[in-house]
């Protein structure tokens, strides 16, 4: 693959700064800092791999991996980042290595003394309390280096909150803890920072970060940036659609949006503003689709891993639900960029070549079959070879597939020379021809392949998965330089060797190095949530939010996203969906459960998750557009309003699912409603793109902007039509319970209304949706979902509710009585008709417009 174009000093060092900590040393200070990132990532591959269990050595359990995973990270945190902007990048003071070497002692404690402390628990001794307040501190300080004073002070907050509490209003007072309680809450055991948040930076976050790393190295995102360019820079604005598509490509692997904006904003935010697009424009749309790149599945800036222990269900079915408003979400932005390139009258990139109409056609067509061809192929070898060898041999018979697969493909590309794209900043520019492009790197999909594969057809666990993509990726690093010097017989093969070794261990350090700010997030953000499991505050901030919106289902969740945003100011990703997930998704949940409004928790989580990643754009903190507006050179407030301007499309997703779920894919029966629910979804999205930028076919008016708000909404939610004249639901009396849930798919949910009384003694009643488990009858299904009942057949009762189960999770409590059923209203029409008076109202739009066009072009 050719060079990808490099990033300016002051680019490279906002890179570094904001993931990789801006320090840089060299000689021996530098070489112990690689060796201590390297070998946290070769420490992260043995664990997640079968190896330890094979040799019966280095075998750890979650809490040692989590308390030497937290010590790398602190340890690197000191080294790597430097205490103030004006502190040295070349030097690592003395203050720093002893903050390293202690804070990594306090963070290991629970490792080094594992056993001791298991004989001990909830009865910590001096020496333990001084780790514990030490390592704390030592966090903090780690906290404000990698993540900034946002999370430092946001964390800070909650910790004093914890021993202020007997002082606090009344509203949010509570007992508060000792210094006794507080050390063995947060720092020796599970509760706090070593919770579920750096359980999952440890089993799945680290390893999607390597890999992601590991293909970038070997070329993968240069050739994801050509192949955009190449198929999609001859449009309109194409520069802008290559930044759209690009990202979300990025956005696979990718869990910083940051460098998702440098390493493709150095090519297209200069090609936009070449095109006629302003620096504010160009450097806003970067960075909104950059943010983006955080909701696209599979990794969703590592949120999907978090979401699985927070939500309960299966990686699979998380990234089912998340694809669609992802994708739509990016389409819908693509559109806002031609509607830019329409207003101004932008002009297209010319090709390097020149074919008819008739040859672009069959170019796709040939394309589009070649690719569902490919995956077929896939999918055919891959079953036939595990027939054919059996399960047993299977694994090492798909290893030896892949390799000849690579070798095949790596053969192919060889034969051809490298295509690059020219120079942004050159008075002309040539796109390349779409199929020599593609053709360039079709080996860098084998690591995706083994990856998906594993995810969604074996369903491995994400770790595992991640393991297997990873070591592919490090077998290509190395042996593609060694192999390309023999498939072209250019350059010496010892020299290709060594620079394939070279490039795994730069790969190995740069994962490492990458991790540092998200391991160190998601210990604070344990922090956080073990101040909320100690003072309850999740509880208290259910009843401020309910009093704030009094009752009202969407000024709630208004409310909700407002708060959601001022806690995601300044916070990465990773860290904001625990913060989140953790205080505001219960509220969501109870709230609506009073409100007889069954929303599902995967649209819950999904909601807080999206409102928590748009601080990365919103002024005046959004990173990501501070990234674009340095390539830019716009000023980056107005940068971060535009770009938050075009993301009211991703904003308005999180409403349209809590109200209708069959956006995630939920309650979607057969493929002729999920070809209904994607086609409705995505015009909903290009309507409300038009009517937010003020352009259709032409310029609109208001009573057009009007009209397309109206069929927007009513493709969103043609339900809420419907519910004007049917009940969503008819009620079933409570002893049918067992008959009910008898007759219900896994799948399906059982939704009840269910009393009973709050700590503070009041009655409440709620909706809530049992998802059903497994289970030859109704009761042994409810008694999967996490439910254990008992009372007589008229008053069922709830005796038990499992803990960490999914029933839990969806705020059902022990000692609620279920007083009825609810159950689908087979008399209500299909919402799908409404379909029809919302596409008339948007086609009258477009004949409007076009008549206006017309008589405009007369004239």
């Not at 030592?138 to 946002?150: K, P, Q």
């Not at 940051?258 to 160009?282: C, D, E, H, L, Q």
């Not at 932005?333 to 990139?349: M, Q």
């Not at 960490?804 to 059902?812: T, V």
């Amino acid at each position: 693959m050719a060079e990808p174009a490099q990033p300016s000093v002051e680019l490279q060092q906002l890179v570094k700064e904001a993931d990789l900590g801006g320090r840089e040393p060299v000689g021996a200070v530098g070489l112990i800092l690689a060796l201590i990132a390297g070998g946290w990532s070769l420490f992260q591959v043995w664990y997640a791999s079968p190896l330890p269990f094979v040799v019966k050595f280095g075998v750890f359990n979650d809490t040692e991996a989590r308390a030497i995973h937290l010590a790398f990270a602190v340890f690197l945190a000191f080294a790597a980042f430097p205490a103030f902007k004006s502190s040295s990048r070349k030097v690592v003071p003395w203050a720093d290595w002893l903050l390293a070497a202690v804070g990594a002692f306090c963070a290991a404690y629970l490792y080094l003394f594992y056993n001791e402390l298991a004989t001990r628990p909830g009865k910590p001794t001096p020496f333990d309390i001084a780790t514990g307040l030490a390592g704390v501190a030592i966090m903090l300080e780690a906290t404000r280096r990698a993540m900034g004073f946002g999370m430092v002070v946001t964390t800070g907050l909650f910790l004093f909150y914890v021993f202020a509490g007997p002082y606090m209003p009344e509203v949010i007072q509570h007992k508060g803890a000792s210094i006794s309680r507080f050390v063995s809450h947060f720092w020796l055991t599970t509760e706090g920072v070593y919770g579920v948040a750096l359980g999952v930076s440890v089993q799945f976050i680290f390893l999607f970060v390597l890999f992601g790393t590991l293909l970038d190295l070997a070329g993968a995102g240069n050739y994801m940036m050509q192949v955009s360019f190449a198929l999609l820079g001859h449009l309109r604005g194409g520069p802008a659609k290559v930044a759209v598509v690009s990202s979300a490509l990025n956005g696979i692997v990718s869990g910083s949006s940051v460098s998702n904006v440098v390493s493709g904003g150095i090519f297209t935010i200069p090609m936009m503003k070449r095109t006629g697009y302003s620096g504010v424009k160009a450097g806003a749309i970067e960075a909104a689709s950059s943010i983006n790149g955080q909701i696209m599945p599979p990794v969703m800036g590592a949120a999907a891993f978090l979401m699985v222990e927070y939500v309960g269900i299966p990686y699979t079915e998380i990234i089912k639900h998340a694809a669609l408003p992802a994708v739509i979400s990016y389409i819908a932005l693509f559109y806002i960029v031609h509607l830019e390139a329409l207003k101004y009258d932008l002009k297209a990139i010319p090709r390097g070549y020149q074919r008819s109409a008739g040859q672009r056609v069959l170019g796709w067509a040939l394309g589009v079959s070649g690719t569902l061809a490919a995956c077929a192929a896939i999918y055919y070898v891959i079953s036939f070879t595990r027939w054919l060898v059996g399960e047993d041999v299977a694994p090492w018979a798909l290893a030896g597939v892949t390799a000849v697969a690579y070798l095949a493909l790596l053969a192919f590309s060889a034969r051809y020379p490298d295509i690059a794209i020219d120079d942004p900043g050159a008075p002309v520019l040539r796109l390349p021809e779409p199929w020599p492009t593609v053709r360039a790197g079709l080996h860098f999909f084998i690591p995706i392949v083994v990856l998906l594969w594993c995810l969604m057809v074996e369903e491995l666990s994400p770790g595992t998965s991640a393991f297997w993509a990873t070591a592919t990726a490090m077998v290509m690093v190395v042996v593609q330089p060694a192999l390309v010097c023999v498939l072209r017989n250019e350059g010496e093969i010892s020299e290709a060797i060594r620079k394939g070794l070279a490039d795994l261990w730069q790969g190995l350090v740069l994962g490492g190095r990458n991790m540092i700010g998200i391991g160190v997030a998601c210990a604070s953000a344990g922090l956080i949530v073990g101040a909320i499991t100690l003072t309850g505050i999740g509880l208290t901030m259910t009843d401020f939010v309910e009093y704030i919106s009094a009752g009202n289902v969407l000024l709630m969740l208004i409310l909700t996203a407002v708060i959601c945003l001022l806690l995601g100011t300044g916070v990465p990703t990773t860290a904001n969906y625990i913060l989140v997930a953790t205080l505001m998704a219960p509220v969501i949940v109870e709230l609506g459960a009073r409100s007889d409004l069954v929303i599902p928790l995967i649209a819950v989580h999904l909601f807080v998750f999206y409102f928590g990643i748009m601080a990365d754009v919103t002024p005046p903190v959004g990173l990501a557009s501070y990234a674009a507006s340095a390539i830019s050179g716009a000023d980056p407030n107005a940068t971060g309003m535009q770009a938050t301007w075009y993301s009211f499309r991703t904003a308005l997703l999180p409403f349209i699912f809590i109200f209708n779920p069959q956006i995630l894919f939920i309650g979607v029966g057969s493929w002729w409603e999920v070809v209904m629910v994607c086609v409705s979804a995505t015009i909903a999205s290009l309507l409300f793109a038009a009517a937010t930028m003020g352009w259709f076919r032409a310029r609109c008016t208001w009573f057009e902007i009007g009209l397309l708000l109206v069929a927007t909404f009513l493709f969103f939610r043609p339900d809420w039509v419907i519910d004007r004249f049917y009940a969503r639901y008819v009620t079933a009396p409570a002893q049918e319970l067992a008959k009910v849930a008898d007759s219900l798919r896994t799948d399906e949910w059982l939704v009840m209304r269910i009393q009973g009384d709050s700590v503070e003694g009041e009655k409440i009643s709620k909706t809530v949706a049992l998802p059903m488990g497994e289970g030859a009858n109704g009761r042994e299904r409810i008694r999967d979902a996490g439910v254990t009942l008992a009372g007589t057949a008229n008053e069922p009762l709830i005796a038990n509710v499992k803990f960490g189960s999914r029933a839990k999770k969806l705020g059902i409590e022990q000692g609620y009585k279920v007083i009825e059923l609810k159950l689908p209203n087979r008399e209500r029409p299909s919402p799908y008709w409404v379909f029809i008076p919302a596409a008339l109202l948007a086609a009258f739009i477009w004949f409007l417009q076009r008549a206006r066009v017309q008589r405009s072009q007369k004239a």
